[in-house]
């Protein structure tokens, strides 16, 4: 028997705990296929515990997380709290949790299943066989950087400083190097070396860090040239990591690939194996309750977790597999249905995603 792995769940609002249901019964299958051991503990989150215990991130629930070896999130958010002010508002818990945490990097994969690339707006033949990550540095740069307004010769001037240090960038560059080897063993390093002085910092440290990588094949990519690649050639990236504007950008824009937000799985990582693993998409307020929300996302973000915290790989591939082999037989929840007449339930998907995993 493995050793057991504590993961804190919080289902959070709307879709939130319909689809964390789902990802449950994932995770107490890879149990009894695998002889994985999981004790979970539930925890309120978002908008629930606004209502329940008067803010967005309860003490009880952070200690929940931090005594956990990963955390499983669904959504948070709705209309019901969106004039709240602002330490009453679900966002604001999002934010807390990902600081309390130490959570610098976000993991992002695109991945494109054969059976859906007429999902999205790119010709399936440039989206066969794309499947990467964007490792993106979430505490750093511009966004956290100094901001400031002063009188300048022809008016009011406004400035964003962007700052990296060199162990803010190592710790991300590190950690994408060690994905990159778990993978296809190609790592895009993206940049705008040839303006911005945080850029070449970043690419001097890659270029330090990539001789201990000797088994990693290393590109460097302007960010510019980076956004036109990854519409014309997806399929040749395997691990991008780049800098906290970059990355938010870039991830929106692979994320677009796949055609679908309710297959997207994220992980926020941080020191060591930990890490918090969430569907990209949020509570989806209009679909909430109607059972018809697609838990692949939540799903394909256990799998996520089994690979980057657990180390799991058996059980990641059974979960990877049996989602393309429930899709690969025609079935599909409303988001992703071509003949939505035809469109299965979320707890429908979850059984059968559960019902194709094998060993
Ligand atoms: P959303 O992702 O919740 O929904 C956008 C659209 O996609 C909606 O039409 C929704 O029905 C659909 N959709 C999303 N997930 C789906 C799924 N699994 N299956 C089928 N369809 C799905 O984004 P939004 O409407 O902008 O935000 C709704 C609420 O979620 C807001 O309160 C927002 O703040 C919050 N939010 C939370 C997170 C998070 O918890 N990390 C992320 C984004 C948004």
């Given at each position: 028997m493995?050793?057991?792995?504590k993961?804190?769940v919080?289902a959070g609002d709307?879709?939130?705990?319909e689809?964390?249901?789902?990802?449950?019964?994932?995770?107490k299958r890879?149990?009894?296929?695998?002889g994985y051991?999981f004790?979970?503990s539930?925890g309120l989150?978002?908008?629930i515990?606004?209502?329940?215990k008067?803010?967005?991130?309860?003490?009880?629930?952070l200690d929940?997380?931090?005594?956990a070896d990963?955390?499983?999130?669904?959504a948070?958010?709705?209309p019901k709290?969106?004039?709240?002010p602002k330490?009453l508002?679900?966002?604001?818990?999002?934010?807390?949790?990902?600081k309390?945490?130490?959570?610098?990097?976000?993991?992002?994969?695109?991945?494109v299943?054969d059976c859906?690339?007429d999902?999205?707006?790119?010709?399936?033949e440039?989206l066969?066989?794309t499947?990467?990550?964007v490792v993106r540095?979430?505490?750093?740069?511009?966004?956290?950087?100094?901001?400031?307004?002063r009188?300048?010769a022809?008016?009011?001037e406004?400035?964003d400083?962007?700052?990296?240090?060199v162990s803010e960038?190592?710790?991300?560059?590190?950690?994408?190097?060690e994905?990159?080897?778990?993978?296809?063993?190609?790592?895009a390093?993206v940049?705008?070396?040839?303006?911005?002085e945080?850029s070449?910092?970043?690419?001097e440290t890659v270029n330090?860090?990539?001789?201990?990588?000797?088994?990693?094949e290393?590109?460097?990519?302007l960010?510019d040239n980076?956004?036109m690649?990854?519409l014309r050639r997806?399929?040749s990236?395997?691990?991008?990591v780049?800098e906290?504007?970059?990355g938010?950008i870039?991830?929106?824009e692979a994320?677009?690939l796949?055609g679908s937000?309710?297959m997207?799985?994220s992980?926020s990582?941080g020191?060591g194996s930990?890490?918090?693993?969430e569907?990209?998409?949020?509570s989806?307020?209009d679909?909430?309750?109607?059972?018809?929300?697609?838990?692949?996302?939540?799903?394909?973000?256990?799998?996520l977790?089994f690979r980057?915290?657990?180390?799991y790989?058996?059980a990641?591939?059974?979960?990877?597999?049996?989602?393309?082999n429930v899709?690969?037989a025609g079935h599909?929840?409303?988001?992703?249905a071509?003949?939505?007449?035809k469109?299965?339930?979320?707890?429908a998907?979850?059984?059968l995603?559960?019902a194709a995993?094998?060993r």
């Amino acid at each position: 028997m493995a050793e057991t792995k504590k993961i804190a769940v919080i289902a959070g609002d709307g879709i939130g705990p319909e689809v964390v249901a789902e990802a449950e019964k994932v995770l107490k299958r890879s149990e009894e296929l695998f002889g994985y051991s999981f004790e979970l503990s539930h925890g309120l989150f978002g908008g629930i515990a606004i209502d329940q215990k008067g803010t967005p991130l309860p003490q009880e629930t952070l200690d929940l997380c931090k005594g956990a070896d990963a955390v499983l999130l669904g959504a948070v958010g709705g209309p019901k709290w969106d004039d709240n002010p602002k330490e009453l508002r679900p966002e604001t818990g999002l934010l807390g949790i990902r600081k309390a945490l130490g959570l610098f990097s976000n993991i992002r994969p695109a991945v494109v299943f054969d059976c859906l690339k007429d999902a999205s707006t790119l010709k399936p033949e440039v989206l066969e066989g794309t499947d990467l990550i964007v490792v993106r540095e979430l505490t750093g740069g511009i966004y956290f950087g100094d901001k400031f307004r002063r009188d300048g010769a022809n008016g009011q001037e406004a400035v964003d400083t962007c700052v990296y240090n060199v162990s803010e960038v190592e710790r991300i560059v590190r950690q994408a190097f060690e994905i990159a080897r778990t993978r296809r063993k190609k790592l895009a390093s993206v940049d705008k070396a040839n303006v911005l002085e945080t850029s070449r910092l970043w690419r001097e440290t890659v270029n330090r860090i990539a001789p201990e990588y000797p088994d990693v094949e290393l590109e460097h990519v302007l960010v510019d040239n980076c956004a036109m690649q990854l519409l014309r050639r997806p399929s040749s990236f395997d691990v991008i990591v780049t800098e906290n504007m970059f990355g938010d950008i870039l991830s929106d824009e692979a994320a677009m690939l796949t055609g679908s937000i309710g297959m997207l799985s994220s992980a926020s990582l941080g020191e060591g194996s930990f890490g918090l693993y969430e569907p990209v998409h949020g509570s989806a307020p209009d679909i909430a309750g109607q059972g018809i929300a697609n838990p692949i996302a939540t799903i394909l973000s256990v799998a996520l977790m089994f690979r980057l915290t657990f180390g799991y790989a058996d059980a990641a591939d059974s979960i990877e597999r049996a989602v393309k082999n429930v899709l690969d037989a025609g079935h599909r929840t409303g988001d992703i249905a071509v003949d939505r007449s035809k469109a299965i339930g979320t707890k429908a998907m979850g059984d059968l995603i559960v019902a194709a995993m094998t060993r």
